[in-house]
Structure formats: C-alpha cells, structure tokens
Nanobody
Framework: EVQLVESGGGLVQPGGSLRLSCATSGFTFSTYWMYWFRQTPGKGLEWVSS????????YYLDSVDGRFTASRDNAKATLYLQMNSLKPDDTAVYYC??????????????????????WGKGTQVTVSS
C-alpha cells in the first residue's frame, strides 16, 4: 500500500523558513516523480513543485521559484520542501503527491487535479505575524 506522510508544517512569521518532509512507503520511491501541491479555501488547489525521480530536474510555480527548493533522499524514500522568505500568501495545507506512473512526470503540474496520483493527508503551513 502506497503511503505518504507529510510533516514539518506550523506557524511561522513572514520572512521565516520551514522545511516540510514527506516520508513514503509501499513503492520504489527512486523510480517516481514527486510533487508538492497546496490548497486554500480561497485559491483552491495549486501545484507548487515537480521533482524528477532522480532529483535531477526540478520545477516550480512562478510565485515560489527562488524561495522554495524541493529535494529528495532516495535512500530514505523521503521528499522535502525547503521554504524560505515565507509570505502570508503561502499559507495553505501542503500535500506530497506521487505520480501514478514510474519514470515519467509533468514538469508543469498546473493542470493536474485532485484525481491525479497518490496523496498524503497534508500538513498545515500558516504564515502570520
């Protein structure tokens, strides 16, 4: 059974940093593209980042590019999202998502929906003073 468990969310002041983790099990992590999405009641679901199976290619939503960095440790089957210079607009529930297909993925995940892939339960990030 595929399992994705996010952690590391919390309350942080504007300009601060957080590092999210996504521990995975039940599949060969090193062969799957992975994604970060976020969701808020106002904006809905938003793709944040795509990361190739070997970590060699990474892609970001324009508004987080340069502030967020996705990475992975294939030996630990864990995905990370380092978030710096956080803004109130970054407030959301953040989800770790596995592509349903091995080896291939979407560099631009803007059109992907909640029906795509396998999802964790999410972790809340709140940016507020």
């Amino acid at each position: 059974e595929v399992q994705l468990v996010e952690s590391g969310g919390g309350l942080v002041q504007p300009g601060g940093s957080l590092r999210l983790s996504c521990a995975t099990s039940g599949f060969t992590f090193s062969t799957y593209w992975m994604y970060w999405f976020r969701q808020t009641p106002g904006k809905g679901l938003e793709w944040v980042s795509s990361l190739a199976y070997n970590g060699g290619s990474e892609y970001y939503l324009d508004s987080v590019d340069g502030r967020f960095t996705a990475s992975r440790d294939n030996a630990k089957a864990t995905l990370y999202l380092q978030m710096n210079s956080l803004k109130p607009d970054d407030t959301a529930v953040y989800y770790c998502v596995r592509d349903p297909r091995p080896w291939v993925g979407y560099p631009n995940g803007r059109l992907l929906t909640r029906d795509f892939g396998d999802w964790g339960k999410g972790t809340q990030v709140t940016v507020s003073s």
